[in-house]
């Protein structure tokens, strides 16, 4: 089977890597590689595969989560990124164990990311893999959900975590028609999920975002209108907007460390601040440990005079999975896939991945192996 695989090293790659590309990725270069390595053994009649699915890989992609993988910065015997790293990915049903019901070979999956686990579940909880470019997984057969026949590959392999998570948060928030939503980070993946459904519900869309891009593709989503929280004037013209509406429903924020002091002022009564995770960076210092401690005062009183609530959200469960896969077939939710790539194109793949302008996912797709040619180093991808 194939894999995608990164390291450190200088010098001769191993002989069993091929469309080999250098890449900078948040100061420190990588080298990445193509690999060849054995296939997942996988006997459909043994006991301890009874309820077990042997899925090959169609396409991947990779998420925020995957760029600390990529620098091996979990903890040491956690992950080893020299086998594949990923997280979301589609796959073909190759083989089933005998208790295995619902599933069988050719059908097309995804991963279901649940959490939080459940009492006495041992298998259904959190990411399903860290090794998403690996061609062949091993997979419980509850982590796997059907995708529509009308998705295509890139599409379902840009899917899972950032739907899931999107859909879980539009859920605690209570996001629904004529509500009044304003979702931070606009360009990233979860957000444009996130306004992507909540428009599709019939609420009304702000967003903010300090990278400015994707203007056209937010107001084909949907939006009403984006700010930029670095420009004064738009600060003014969303605080005057937050007024007018007596604040806004809901606010969805990807990354609390960078928005969470501007947004929880906007929010009306009874209404809910839901946050999945840091974005870590250059705007740590606008809510990390050195903020002064009146800002966060300030915050609490804001909330609690406005009877609202914060929400921590981590992924979500099988059901918003299966929301979020319903409104696709039905036209209401967009998959935003930036661009697709295949064979050879290991050095634009990473590329584009890790570039800050791309909006929506790069995903890769594993071709057939007879027709794919690689060449021997794809060098042009050095430098950030």
């Known amino acids: 089977m194939r894999v995608l695989v990164v390291d450190e090293e200088?010098?001769?790659?191993?002989?069993?890597?091929?469309?080999?590309?250098?890449?900078?990725?948040?100061?420190?270069?990588?080298?990445?590689?193509?690999?060849?390595?054995?296939?997942?053994?996988?006997?459909?009649?043994?006991?301890?595969?009874?309820?077990?699915?042997?899925?090959?890989?169609?396409?991947?992609?990779?998420?925020?989560?995957?760029?600390?993988?990529?620098?091996?910065?979990?903890?040491?015997?956690?992950?080893?990124?020299?086998?594949?790293f990923g997280s979301d990915f589609v796959a073909e049903v190759a083989a089933t164990g005998s208790a295995v019901r619902g599933l069988r070979p050719g059908d097309r999956v995804i991963p279901s990311m649940d959490w939080p686990p459940r009492p006495g579940d041992t298998v259904s909880a959190g990411v399903v893999t860290n090794t998403a470019s690996r061609e062949l997984q091993r997979v419980h057969h509850s982590r796997l959900v059907p995708v529509p026949t009308a998705m295509s590959d890139a599409q379902a392999a840009s899917f899972s975590i950032g739907a899931q998570t999107a859909y879980a948060m539009l859920r605690r928030a209570e996001v629904g028609r004529d509500t009044t939503v304003l979702v931070t980070a606009a360009t990233s993946m979860t957000s444009l999920f996130a306004i992507s459904a909540a428009c599709g519900r019939g609420a009304r869309v702000y967003c903010l975002s300090r990278s400015g891009r994707g203007a056209d593709l937010l107001a084909e989503l949907g939006v009403v209108r984006s700010f930029d929280p670095n420009d004064p004037a738009d600060l003014k013209d969303l605080a005057r907007l937050a007024r007018q509406i007596r604040g806004f429903d809901a606010v969805v924020d990807p990354f609390c460390d960078a928005y969470v002091l501007t947004a929880v002022k906007l929010i009306g009564f009874n209404g809910h601040y839901v946050t999945c995770r840091l974005m870590g960076g250059p705007h740590d210092e606008m809510a990390g440990t050195d903020t002064p401690g009146g800002h966060w005062l300030s915050m609490l009183t804001s909330l609690v005079s406005k009877n609202a609530t914060i929400h921590g959200q981590c992924l979500g469960v099988r059901a918003d999975l299966e929301a979020a896969l319903g409104d696709w077939d039905a036209g209401r939710l967009r998959v935003v896939v930036d661009s697709e790539f295949s064979g050879a194109d290991i050095g634009p793949f990473v590329r584009r991945t890790f570039d800050p302008a791309r909006l929506g996912k790069a995903a890769y797709v594993f071709g057939d192996r007879d027709h794919d040619e690689y060449p021997e180093r794809d060098d042009t991808t050095k430098g950030a």
């Open 10 to 84: 200088q010098g001769a790659p191993p002989d069993h890597w091929s469309a080999i590309a250098e890449h900078t990725v948040r100061g420190r270069a990588l080298r990445f590689g193509l690999a060849e390595a054995a296939d997942t053994a996988f006997d459909p009649a043994a006991d301890h595969n009874r309820e077990y699915v042997l899925a090959r890989v169609r396409a991947f992609s990779l998420n925020y989560r995957d760029t600390a993988l990529a620098l091996g910065e979990h903890a040491e015997g956690t992950h080893d990124r020299g086998r594949g």
